[in-house]
Structure formats: structure tokens, C-alpha cells
T-cell receptor, first 114, second 111 residues
């Protein structure tokens, strides 16, 4: 079955360390997205990518970085510059952004930084 | 930017209908979605409606769109305990190149 795989499900890090969250999709979707979810705040867009080797900042990109070297993969690095990194991170993909097709989500990674 | 508002909480009895509401500001929103999120999981696409439609029915789910009032609703008939979750409305804006999500409505179903 096609889908989006995020790993790991839970991640614990010490303050000051960079950490990379994995996102892989086998839906053959062109567009991929990273969202951050905090209680009572809905979802906020961190970065998105429309095609391989291209990505754009979303609303809260500061302290995060991404890469898109393969169509299937869109890893997110939470750097030590991110002031409040503890959150639930969701990766999503869609067929293309141009057609405004619906987003499909992975099961998320819960990051805790102490 | 687009604002999307939802009430935070809804409690219903098992077997009753649930109505979850969403209001938005961008009148040019073209594609409107409802997602369901169970605890600790990602978002599952439930249904969607295009802006040229007023209503869409899909088994127990009915979506109503009032473009004049910029109001979207999701009705769940015969609500079951398995429907307990957080429900998000989401919109592709006309002029914006991103999906905007509401804050989510937590539905509690009382047996």
C-alpha cells in the first residue's frame, strides 16, 4: 500500500543538538510538506517542496532546514537555533501544488528536547 | 493571510448527529477539506468539497458549504465512539499557495 512513513515515532534530544526527522513517500507525489503541531494551535507550515532539488520556506522556517535530493524523501533537520523545538512534526505530500490536490499525512514524529 | 476558525470542543451522545463548524475569511478558497486526527497519529483525509458545490454526502458524512457566509460544516450521522478525535477543516486559498488549517475541534462521544 502506498503511504508516507515518518521515523522515528518518538525522538528525544538534549538542548543544543541538531536532529533530523525522516519522511519517505511511495505515492509518487511531487510536492512534500513539513508541518509543526502544538496543542490548540492547529498546523503551521515549516517548509515545502514542489519538485526535487527545490524547496521554499513556510510560515515558521527559522531554526529548521530541509533537503529534497530524491522525489521520495524530504528530511527535516531541527537545528539548535530553533528556540522551542519540542512539538509534534507532521510530514505530508500531495500530487502537485498546482492542482491543489489534497494533502496526505504521515503518522508524525514527537520530538522532545530537554 | 487566510484565517480559519473552529470551536475547540464538541461533546455528543453516541447515536446522535455531530455538527462541526468552520468559518474562513478568503472568499476565493477553492478546495475545502475535512481531516480527522486520532491521538498520537497523523491526519486522515475524510472528505472534501469544491467551491462550486453546496453539499456533498459520503455515507455518514455530510459537508455543507455556505459561500456567502464563508461557512463550512461537517455533519456526522449516528456518531460512534470511534468517531472521537480532533477534526480539522483545511482550505487551499485562491490567492495563497498553501493549505491553511483550522485549529481543530475535539469531538468527544459519550457512550
Amino acid at each position: 500500500d502506498g503511504g508516507i512513513t515518518q521515523s522515528p515515532k518518538y525522538l528525544f534530544r538534549k538542548e543544543g543538538q541538531n536532529v533530523t526527522l525522516s519522511c519517505e513517500q511511495n505515492l509518487n507525489h511531487d510536492a512534500m510538506y513539513w508541518y509543526r503541531q502544538d496543542p490548540g494551535q492547529g498546523l503551521r507550515l515549516i517548509y515545502y517542496s514542489q519538485i526535487v532539488n527545490d524547496f521554499q520556506k513556510g510560515d515558521i522556517a527559522e531554526g529548521y532546514s530541509v533537503s529534497r535530493e530524491k522525489k521520495e524523501s524530504f528530511p527535516l533537520t531541527v537545528t539548535s537555533a530553533q528556540k522551542n523545538p519540542t512539538a509534534f512534526y507532521l510530514c505530508a505530500s500531495s500530487k502537485t501544488r498546482a492542482t491543489k490536490s489534497p494533502l496526505h499525512f504521515g503518522n508524525g514524529t514527537r520530538l522532545t528536547v530537554t | 493571510g487566510e484565517d480559519v476558525e473552529q470551536s475547540l470542543f464538541l461533546s455528543v451522545r453516541e447515536g446522535d448527529s455531530s455538527v462541526i463548524n468552520c468559518t474562513y475569511t478568503d472568499s476565493s478558497s477553492t478546495y475545502l477539506y475535512w481531516y480527522k486526527q486520532e491521538p498520537g497519529a497523523g491526519l486522515q483525509l475524510l472528505t472534501y468539497i469544491f467551491s462550486n458545490m453546496d453539499m456533498k454526502q459520503d455515507q455518514r458524512l455530510t459537508v455543507l458549504l455556505n459561500k456567502k457566509d464563508k461557512h463550512l460544516s461537517l455533519r456526522i450521522a449516528d456518531t460512534q465512539t470511534g468517531d472521537s478525535a480532533i477534526y480539522f477543516c483545511a482550505l487551499w486559498g485562491g490567492g495563497y499557495q498553501k493549505v491553511t488549517f483550522g485549529t481543530g475541534t475535539k469531538l468527544q462521544v459519550i457512550p
